[in-house]
């Protein structure tokens, strides 16, 4: 779908469950040909928490280029078995002497992409500094491409759009915020540089509570007591997430455009 010197970026928010891979497979289908490269977060792919081998090769199959994830990647065990082995996927890249790659570096078409995985600090798990892991590779990668995108996975709206600027002062070309699942409507391009958004949002069903099932969503919220929490099975779905169009030749972002597309399965 390139023009000269543009690549037109399609990222995908947070898939949840099977609705949000059969969501993304019929989106898809259906547009494939508009796209040069495709990113989704599939953290939540697998039942809702982590990603199984078999859903790695079912999403890869659907034309998906790079796989980021979150803190819930390491929640279903095979993950350890080929996380090593996956060349599309990658897992937040401050996760401290975790296996697998915080980042890649994928050719599309005569250019190369590189893609980042972070997880922020405010309301998650205690980890690494975000700002030095990225800072680590930034300039790595810089010599391979100038086209780079972060998808900085945490709670705080604040603290997605603090570190957006920081890096958008770095030349990135894209810093998409994901993990809450509520799609943000802030879209911009900072400094005419950076592509950014707080919240891509999610893939899946819009039925339940951010994906997941009403019943087991408010039992939890009534009683407070641990239980397992079940993907919402309507088959009333959403495609959320952003396009990215890309001058190849600065690489930087030239036009954020918000995907918010209601479908049935």
Partial sequence: MSTENKLRILFLGDLVGKPGRL??????LQNSEKYDFVIANVENASHGFGLTAKNYEELSSFGIDCMTSGNHIWDKK???QYIDEADK????????????KGYKIINVKEYKVGIINALGRNFMPVIDSPLNSIEKVLEEIKK???IIFIDFHTEATAEKMCYAKYFSEKGIT?????HTHVQTADEKIIDNKTAYISDAGFCGSTDGIIGMDYETSIKHLLTMMPGRFEVASSENVCINGVIVTVNTSSGFAEEIQ?????MML
């Fill in 144 to 146: 391979e491409t100038n």
């Fill in 258 to 262: 918000r995907i918010n597309v209601q």
């Fill in 23 to 28: 969501a993304v497979q019929k989106f898809l």
């Fill in 89 to 100: 996927l990658i897992r937040p890249i401050n996760y401290p002497n975790a296996p697998g």
């Fill in 78 to 80: 095979d993950i350890f």
């Fill in 174 to 178: 894209a810093f998409i915020g994901t």
